[in-house]
C-alpha cells in the first residue's frame, strides 16, 4: 500500500503491552506470527507503543526497530475531587478472566477485611467473569463488602465516592484508569507493572503482580497513609498527561519530515 500513498506518513500504534503480545502463552500473537510482526511494523514511518518499558522490550527483540513512545491522554472530564473520607476502594475495567486480576483483589480484599470491618471495596465492569466473581464473593462471605456495579457513562461518580484506586491487572498496555483515579485526586495501590511505574513512579503504592498476599497488605497500608497530602500529588502527577500535551505530540509525529523509527535496508 506504501507505494501507492505517496506523501503519506504510515503510522502504527501497538495499544497493548510487548507482554501482552510477546509473553509466553500470549493471546494475540502466535509464536508463527512474532518476526513476522515486527518486520511489518519496521516497514512503516513510524511506530508508536505506549511507554518507555515497551519500547525498551521492542529494541531488546529488534535492535533496528525504533518505536516512539505517546502516552495516552487522559480524555475523561474530571468530576468532584474526592473528599477521603468514604472508606472506599475502587477498581474499574471489563470483567475478563487473568487480565484485571479482580478474582485477585476479591481475595486480597476478603484477607484485608479479617482485620477490618469498615471498608468496601466496588469494582466497576461487566463481562464473562462476572459469574465467577460473584460466586467467589459469595464463597468469602464478602457481599455486604465487595460490591459489583455495571458498565456506566458516569464513570467519574464512583471516582468522587472512592477513597483509594486498586489496580490489580496481571498486564496493562498503559492504565488510564490510573491517571482518571489520580485526575480526582486518589491515592492507587498497583502491581508493579512496568507502565504503572513509570506513570506513578514513587507517588504508587506497590505489590508484587499477582502476589494475593501483597495487595492485602498493600491495601491495608493505604489505609493508614496522609490522605490530604497524597491526593494532592495525584492531582498533580495527572496534569501530565492533559490533552493538549499529548496532542502537540501526536502533531508532531504525523508532521515529521522524516521517518522516526528504524528501517530494514
Given amino acids: 500500500m506504501a507505494p501507492q500513498l505517496k506523501g503519506v506518513r504510515l503510522v502504527g500504534w501497538v495499544h497493548n503491552s510487548f507482554e501482552a503480545l510477546y509473553g509466553p502463552g500470549s493471546p494475540y500473537v502466535g509464536p508463527e506470527l512474532k518476526r513476522h510482526y515486527v518486520d511489518q511494523l519496521m516497514k512503516l514511518d513510524a511506530t ?7 519500547r525498551q522490550q521492542y529494541e531488546a527483540y529488534e535492535p533496528r526497530f525504533h518505536p516512539m513512545v505517546v502516552y495516552n491522554p487522559l480524555t475523561l472530564t474530571p468530576g468532584e475531587r474526592s473528599t477521603g473520607s468514604s472508606k472506599r476502594f475502587l477498581a474499574i475495567g471489563r470483567l475478563s478472566p487473568q487480565h484485571k486480576g479482580f478474582d485477585l483483589l476479591v481475595e486480597a480484599f476478603a484477607q484485608f477485611a479479617r482485620g477490618d470491618s469498615e471498608w468496601h471495596l466496588d469494582i466497576v465492569g461487566e463481562g464473562p467473569e462476572e459469574a465467577a466473581l ?37 498486564w496493562e498496555g498503559f492504565g488510564l484508569v490510573l491517571v482518571e483515579a489520580m485526575a480526582h485526586g486518589l491515592p492507587v495501590v498497583s502491581s508493579d507493572l512496568p507502565t504503572s511505574v513509570e506513570i506513578m513512579g514513587d507517588f504508587g503504592i506497590y505489590f508484587a503482580n499477582g502476589d494475593v498476599a501483597g495487595l492485602a497488605q498493600a491495601l491495608t497500608k493505604s489505609t493508614h497513609i496522609d490522605w490530604n497530602k497524597k491526593s ?17 505530540q501526536w502533531r508532531h509525529l504525523l508532521t515529521a519530515s522524516s521517518p522516526l523509527q528504524g528501517k530494514r535496508p
Avoid at 48 to 54: A, G, W
Avoid at 145 to 164: D, G, K, M, S
Avoid at 232 to 244: P, Q, Y
Fill in 134 to 170: 460473584r460466586q467467589q464473593i459469595a464463597d468469602r462471605g464478602m457481599q455486604q463488602r465487595i460490591h459489583l456495579h455495571p458498565f456506566t457513562n458516569h464513570i467519574e461518580h464512583y471516582y468522587t465516592q472512592a477513597q483509594v484506586y486498586v489496580l490489580s491487572s496481571r
Fill in 232 to 248: 494532592n500529588e495525584a492531582v498533580a502527577l495527572a496534569h501530565r498527561f492533559d490533552t493538549k500535551s499529548i496532542a502537540d
Fill in 48 to 54: 508508536v507503543v505506549l511507554c518507555q518499558h515497551d
